[in-house]
């Protein structure tokens, strides 16, 4: 009875040891980055969680309507205005170009194109103080409304220094 004993008690002792062997065990790995901007010109989004993602314009059933894209970009320059331009023309499809639905972009409030030719959105004095600017999308609804499907688009953006004007 004893060596049962004294068999059990030393099993016991080390189940308790080895415990630990067989313990449960989780791991995370996760990238982390960052980019610094030059400090003398940036134009970055103010929350950088979405910039990477890919947005849902909200869709309301009940109206019919589909609702837009806002979002908010930091921007500086030291020493001239900032112009923006499209690197292409912005719209939604599902595969159907009849059923495309062109977007409406704007930068500070000035409409972008994708002329050659850029356009003003922050001035020299803006841009030296630095601030903060709303980029918006807008759906712009088809003559024969919305069409059923799954839509896809990308929005290019591009935002250059403006040459320093000459005094």
């Known amino acids: 009875m004893n060596k049962l004993s004294a068999f059990t008690r030393g099993a016991g002792v080390l189940t308790l040891v080895c415990a630990p062997a067989f313990a449960a065990r989780e791991e995370h790995t996760f990238e982390v980055s960052v980019d610094i ?7 970055i989004p103010s929350e950088t969680d979405w910039i990477h993602r890919e947005q849902q314009l909200p869709w309301n059933p009940v109206t019919g309507t589909l609702g837009a894209l806002r979002k908010n ?5 030291d020493t001239s205005a900032i112009e923006a331009r499209l690197e292409g023309e912005p719209y939604l499809s599902n595969g159907r ?5 062109r977007l409406q972009v704007s930068f500070a409030g000035i409409p972008l194109s994708h002329e050659p ?3 003003q959105v922050v001035t020299a004095e803006q841009a030296m103080a630095g601030g903060r600017f709303p980029l918006e999308i807008l759906p712009i609804r088809p003559a024969d409304g919305y069409g059923p499907g799954d839509y896809y688009g990308n929005v290019h953006v591009m935002f250059s220094a403006a040459a320093p ?3």
């Open 117 to 119: 030719q850029p356009r």
């Open 37 to 43: 901007p030059t400090l003398g010109f940036y134009v």
């Open 97 to 101: 170009d009849d059923q495309n639905i």
């Open 165 to 167: 004007s000459g005094t």
């Open 73 to 77: 970009f930091d921007v500086k320059h």
